[in-house]
């Protein structure tokens, strides 16, 4: 069983910068490859970010390549989301995950999540 709570968000002008955390509790967190994903009003879930359980492959969504960056830190049990440049459109409730997935970009392959954290970019 893994917990997972996520912290860093809030009110952010456009062009800023916002560092989202996702602590995770279980001594097999550095098992699991870890997402994130964001869900705006009246939208589907979508994918933006995943790390392997080894840190070594990153996978981004289009709309958020070579502006975010995930990370993760085995010792702290955390996964990041550094977030720069933001835009209204990544307005969304941030929500982080875990599991074993074999495709990282799709929400069914995850078993844990978080209950997220409201990002707000206002223009």
């Known amino acids: 069983q893994v917990q997972l709570v996520e912290s860093g968000g809030g009110l952010v002008q456009a062009g800023g910068s916002l560092r989202l955390s996702c602590a995770a509790s279980g001594r097999t967190f550095s098992r699991y490859a870890m997402g994130w994903f964001r869900q705006a009003p009246g939208k589907e879930r979508e994918f933006v970010a995943a790390?392997?359980?080894?840190?070594?492959?990153?996978y981004y969504a289009d709309s958020v390549k070579g502006r975010f960056t995930i990370s993760r830190d085995s010792a702290k049990n955390t996964v990041y989301l550094q977030m720069n440049s933001l835009k209204p459109e990544d307005t969304a409730n941030y929500y982080c995950a875990a599991g074993f997935p074999i495709t990282p970009t799709h929400t069914t392959e995850y078993n844990y999540w978080g209950r997220g954290t409201q990002v707000t970019v206002s223009s």
């Open positions: 790390i392997s359980w080894s840190g070594i492959n990153t």
